[in-house]
C-alpha cells in the first residue's frame, strides 16, 4: 500500500492520469511476451496485422500530441505541493528551490522551467559544458 501511496504522490502533477492503475504493466508486459510467443510459434497472421497497424497508429497519434502539446515546466513542489518551484541557480539549469516550504534539490533539473521562463539557455549550457570541460581537463 505505501507504494501506491508513493506513485501517486509522484504522480502529482504529471500528465500520467491518476486513474491509470500501475499494476497493469505487468499484465500488460505479459500480453505482450505472449504475443511475441504465439507470433514465433504460429507466423503472422490478421490478428498480428491489426495489432501492429494499432501500434504503429498509436505511435504516430503519440509523436502528433508531443509536438502539437510540448511538455511544460512541473513547478509543482514534492514537499508542499505548491505550484512555486523555481531554479536555485540563475546560471545554470540544475537546481530548484521552494519559496513556500524552502525545500532544495541540487540534482533536479531546470531546464524546463528556464525554458519556461523565457532565459536564453544557450549561455547557460555553453558555460555548464565549459566548466566540465575545464574539470575533465584538471583530472
Ligand atoms: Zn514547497
Known sequence: MASTVGVRD??????IPAWLPPYL??????????????????????????????LFGLSIAWILVCVLWPARADRTCPSCGESSLRRSDPRSTRGVECPACGHRDEEQSSFLIAEDDGEPL??????ERRLAETRTAGR
Not at 507466423?43 to 496485422?49: H, I
Open 25 to 54: 504493466i505487468g499484465p500488460w508486459m505479459l500480453a505482450a511476451v505472449l504475443c511475441a510467443a504465439l507470433l514465433v510459434l504460429r507466423g503472422p497472421d490478421r490478428a498480428f496485422v491489426a495489432a501492429l497497424s494499432g
Open 10 to 15: 509522484a504522480r502529482r502533477g504529471s500528465r
Open 122 to 127: 544557450e549561455p547557460i549550457r555553453l558555460e
